[in-house]
């Protein structure tokens, strides 16, 4: 439903010139006694334009009435401004004259334009809303309001008048007039069965498989998984599941989370018909246009399993045999954990075979493809826009299979599931009911098919809304593949540059292939990059575009290839004829490298050793060292250094670094330090000598004195 708040249109500019005008005018009357009044409106701030009313219509169940009955229009107004929204009166007219196709009726809903006049259904007063608040008026429609119309799609329309916003004072009242528009669909007892498709998927936030926190979360009460579900439960919706899920589900083994398990429990006993989508909602149209032979699948799941989180088994291996006659002893029973393989990881249970649900860019060529790809009786999902606009579900291309999906009917009834507001999607849903009902009339009598676009962010009130709107129940999809088709011809353009993206990333995928040798278990790299470029190729956005997914991932592609490395260096100085020169390695992936860092010099002066081999462990850089000898006693040489993987493989191309050779300072030093040790010894020995000569002196002075003392005075006797 629409809305036209017309407080910024034309009559709302009308309404402020008039203000305005009304304020000069005073003031040029009054004078100067006018001007506080003048000041004290320059100080009301003007309304908010952001700030509006909306204004919402609906007629019917979810916009559809049988013909010749009584009903009633569900106005709501939504006050989305700052003050209350005083009582008003809304009027709600239909346009007699039919608007005949899909483009009408966008154009409607779009433009608000539509041939004829309208007349009016009825009127009632609306409450007061507060701010930030909305109420509901109903409108009743008698039986001789609609008794004249015929089976058709009719446009609807609502218009608020009398309700305004602000204070009593003329200066701050703003009017909220505003319309919504939507419109009525006029159809006996429907008698085609309408069946709607609903993808399933969920892409986790690494881009590989979803962990056990983002499972308990998406599976949780409130969670987006569980919603998928809600929405579902009880109606003839057919599930187009990613088989990525239960994958992820099954790999935790004991460690999945209990929410996440009853969630898989759940969607194995829904009675919903159900097909696998590829892995990851991978897209079959963009491989079969890159000329690949069969569609691309997971390398492996088994680095995703933890043996510690599966039961063990006891198996008793095979005997040898001894090659006599004498029987080989028999072994011993061992327990090993039961891990599952890839395809019970990817099971679906009870899912229809033989099912492609590409984007809708595909041509002939693409569904030969298809066929190559699952064999006979493969059949694939399209929209009407790429066969002509036929509506019938069931069709044949050729010698191709097809089920067609109303594209209009699709896009509207997408919205709807996307609309979190609940007055919102009336207008979505009477607009998937007017496309239907004109994919109806196209295709009298024939099944319909409606597929919703992928989107992870359903509510489930408003999916339940959105499918329980058109599907019938004991819709059978089985039944309408065997129904009779319908023959058109498939004419829709390819993406732009779909077919080259994929060779890049397959091409991408093969450097990562070599550069992978590195590692203990190369597919703990190359089976994450398999399913990411699988997510890549998605149908699904994910809130980017095709070309933008592959500019990403190329780019972590680039960063994959330079995690390992040697970083750059300053000059090293070499202060000796030989010594170890520490050379940095870099390794930024989560799992141990083996690599083999080779070093030749530029000049024949220095001499080092080739090549070592050395492991760096996840998530660290380490100082590898390089014995080197000089054979000069000073210059600058430059040491070239490179990675390589144990088996060859070139991991970081030729480094340079500069080895400043200082090798006669050696000699120097040495002579220094002998020079300061003969210095130092020469300084001992001086000391001793003074000191010694210096204690004979003292000594000889005391004996001096001591004989002198002990001789008898010259004069003196007794």
Request: proline share 8%; no cysteine; net charge negative.
């Given at each position: 439903?629409?809305v036209?708040?017309?407080?910024?249109?034309?009559?709302?500019?009308?309404h402020?010139?008039?203000?305005?005008t009304?304020?000069?005018?005073?003031?040029?009357?009054?004078g100067a006694?006018?001007?506080?009044s003048?000041?004290?409106?320059a100080?009301t701030?003007?309304?908010?334009?952001?700030?509006?009313?909306?204004?919402?219509?609906?007629?019917?169940?979810?916009g559809?009435?049988?013909?010749?009955?009584?009903?009633?229009?569900?106005v709501?107004?939504?006050?989305e401004t700052?003050?209350?929204?005083?009582?008003?009166r809304?009027?709600?007219?239909?346009?007699p004259?039919?608007l005949?196709?899909a483009?009408?009726?966008?154009?409607?809903?779009?433009?608000?334009?539509?041939?004829?006049?309208?007349?009016?259904l009825?009127?009632?007063?609306?409450?007061?809303?507060?701010?930030?608040?909305?109420?509901?008026?109903?409108?009743?429609?008698?039986?001789?309001a609609?008794?004249?119309?015929?089976?058709?799609?009719?446009?609807?329309?609502?218009?608020?008048?009398g309700?305004?916003?602000?204070?009593?004072?003329?200066?701050?009242?703003?009017?909220?007039?505003?319309?919504?528009?939507?419109?009525v669909?006029v159809?006996?007892?429907?008698?085609?069965?309408?069946?709607?498709?609903?993808?399933?998927?969920a892409?986790?936030?690494?881009?590989?498989?979803?962990?056990?926190?983002?499972l308990?979360?998406?599976?949780g009460?409130?969670?987006?998984?569980?919603?998928?579900?809600d929405?579902?439960?009880g109606t003839?919706?057919?599930?187009?599941?990613?088989?990525?899920?239960?994958?992820?589900?099954?790999?935790?083994?004991?460690?999945?989370?209990?929410?996440?398990?009853?969630?898989l429990?759940?969607?194995?006993?829904l009675?919903?018909?159900?097909?696998?989508?590829?892995?990851g909602?991978?897209?079959?149209?963009?491989?079969?246009?890159?000329?690949?032979?069969?569609?691309?699948?997971?390398l492996?799941?088994?680095?995703?399993?933890t043996?510690?989180?599966f039961p063990?088994?006891?198996?008793?291996?095979?005997?040898?045999?001894?090659?006599?006659?004498?029987?080989?002893?028999?072994?011993a029973?061992t327990?090993?954990?039961?891990?599952?393989?890839?395809?019970?990881?990817?099971?679906?249970?009870?899912?229809?075979?033989g099912l492609?649900?590409?984007?809708?860019e595909?041509?002939?060529d693409?569904?030969a493809?298809?066929?190559?790809?699952?064999?006979?009786?493969?059949?694939?999902?399209?929209?009407?826009?790429?066969v002509?606009?036929?509506?019938?579900?069931?069709?044949?291309a050729?010698?191709?299979?097809?089920?067609?999906?109303?594209?209009?009917?699709?896009a509207?009834l997408?919205?709807?599931?996307?609309e979190?507001?609940?007055a919102?999607?009336?207008?979505?849903?009477?607009?998937?009911?007017?496309?239907?009902?004109?994919?109806g009339?196209?295709?009298?009598?024939?099944?319909?098919?409606?597929?919703?676009?992928?989107?992870?962010t359903?509510?489930?009130?408003?999916l339940?809304?959105?499918?329980?709107?058109?599907?019938?129940?004991?819709?059978d999809?089985s039944?309408?593949?065997?129904?009779?088709?319908?023959?058109?011809?498939?004419?829709?353009?390819?993406?732009p540059?779909?077919?080259?993206?994929?060779?890049?990333?397959?091409?991408?995928?093969?450097?990562?292939?070599?550069?992978?040798?590195i590692?203990?278990?190369?597919?703990?790299?190359?089976a994450?990059e398999r399913?990411?470029?699988?997510?890549?190729?998605?149908v699904?956005?994910?809130?980017?575009?095709?070309?933008e997914?592959v500019?990403?991932?190329?780019?972590?592609t680039?960063?994959?290839?330079?995690?390992?490395?040697?970083?750059?260096?300053?000059?090293?100085?070499?202060?000796t004829?030989?010594?170890?020169l520490?050379?940095r390695?870099?390794?930024?992936?989560?799992?141990?490298?083996?690599v083999?860092?080779?070093?030749?010099?530029?000049?024949?002066?220095?001499?080092?050793?080739?090549?070592?081999?050395?492991?760096?462990?996840?998530?660290?850089?380490i100082?590898?060292?390089?014995?080197?000898?000089?054979?000069?006693?000073?210059?600058e040489?430059?040491?070239?250094?490179s990675?390589?993987?144990?088996s060859?493989?070139?991991i970081?191309?030729e480094?340079?670094?500069r080895?400043?050779?200082?090798?006669?300072?050696?000699?120097?030093?040495l002579?220094?330090?002998?020079?300061?040790?003969v210095?130092?010894?020469g300084l001992?020995?001086?000391?001793?000598?003074?000191?010694?000569?210096?204690?004979?002196?003292?000594a000889?002075?005391?004996?001096?004195?001591a004989?002198?003392?002990?001789?008898?005075?010259?004069?003196?006797?007794?």
């Open positions: 439903m629409s036209t708040p017309l407080e910024t249109g034309f009559r709302a500019r009308l402020r010139l008039a203000r305005t009304g304020i000069l005018a005073i003031a040029l009357t009054l006694s006018a001007v506080p003048a000041a004290t409106a100080e701030p003007p309304p908010d334009d952001a700030s509006t009313v909306e204004l919402h219509v609906s007629a019917g169940l979810h559809t009435v049988a013909p010749g009955s009584s009903t009633s229009t569900l709501t107004v939504r006050n700052g003050s209350e929204l005083s009582a008003g809304v009027h709600v007219e239909i346009n004259t039919p005949v196709d483009d009408a009726v966008d154009a409607w809903l779009d433009d608000e334009t539509a041939p004829g006049s309208f007349t009016e009825g009127s009632e007063s609306t409450d007061p809303v507060e701010a930030d608040g909305s109420a509901t008026t109903s409108v009743d429609v008698p039986s001789t609609l008794g004249d119309l015929g089976p058709g799609v009719y446009a609807l329309r609502a218009e608020l008048t309700a305004t916003t602000g204070g009593p004072s003329a200066d701050d009242e703003v009017d909220r007039d505003a319309t919504a528009t939507s419109v669909v159809r006996p007892t429907r008698t085609e069965p309408v069946g709607v498709l609903v993808p399933i998927t892409t986790p936030a690494d881009g590989v498989l979803l962990t056990a926190d983002e308990a979360a998406l599976t009460a409130e969670g987006a998984l569980t919603a998928q579900l929405g579902v439960a003839t919706a057919v599930l187009a599941v990613d088989p990525s899920i239960p994958a992820a589900i099954r790999a935790l083994g004991t460690a999945a989370p209990e929410q996440a398990t009853a969630w429990t759940r969607l194995d006993a009675p919903n018909a159900r097909f696998a989508l590829q892995f909602d991978a897209d079959a149209a963009v491989q079969a246009q890159a000329g690949l032979t069969g569609l691309l699948q997971p492996t799941l088994a680095p995703y399993l043996a510690t989180n063990l088994v006891r198996v008793t291996p095979e005997p040898t045999d001894a090659g006599d006659e004498t029987p080989a002893p028999t072994p029973p327990e090993v954990p039961a891990l599952p393989d890839d395809d019970e990881l990817t099971a679906l249970d009870g899912a229809l075979p492609l649900w590409p984007r809708g595909i041509g002939p693409d569904l493809a298809f066929e190559t790809y699952l064999g006979d009786g493969t059949t694939t999902v399209v929209p009407s826009s790429s002509g606009g036929q509506s019938s579900a069931h069709a044949v050729g010698d191709h299979d097809l089920l067609v999906t109303d594209a209009s009917t699709s509207a997408s919205d709807a599931a996307a979190t507001d609940s919102a999607r009336e207008r979505l849903l009477a607009a998937a009911a007017a496309h239907l009902f004109l994919a009339s196209r295709a009298p009598g024939a099944p319909l098919l409606v597929g919703l676009d992928r989107d992870e359903r509510s489930s009130a408003a339940r809304d959105a499918v329980s709107a058109v599907d019938s129940p004991g819709f999809l039944l309408v593949r065997d129904a009779a088709p319908a023959p058109v011809a498939v004419s829709s353009e390819p993406l540059t779909g077919a080259l993206d994929v060779a890049n990333l397959l091409a991408d995928e093969q450097t990562l292939v070599a550069f992978s040798s590692l203990t278990d190369p597919q703990v790299l190359l994450s399913i990411r470029i699988l997510r890549t190729i998605a699904g956005s994910s809130g980017q575009t095709f070309a997914r500019v990403a991932h190329r780019a972590l680039a960063a994959t290839l330079a995690s390992v490395s040697i970083p750059p260096s300053s000059t090293i100085q070499l202060l004829a030989n010594a170890d520490p050379i390695v870099r390794n930024d992936l989560p799992w141990p490298v083996t083999r860092l080779t070093a030749s010099p530029s000049d024949p002066r220095l001499e080092v050793k080739p090549m070592i081999e050395t492991v760096v462990q996840p998530y660290s850089t100082r590898v060292k390089v014995p080197v000898s000089a054979r000069v006693g000073s210059g040489v430059d040491l070239r250094l990675l390589y993987s144990p060859g493989v070139v970081q191309s480094q340079t670094v080895v400043a050779v200082r090798a006669e300072w050696e000699g120097i030093g002579g220094i330090f002998g020079g300061l040790i210095l130092l010894i001992g020995v001086v000391r001793t000598v003074r000191r010694k000569r210096l204690e004979a002196a003292v000889g002075a005391a004996d001096a004195a004989l002198e003392a002990a001789e008898p005075k010259d004069g003196r006797g007794e």
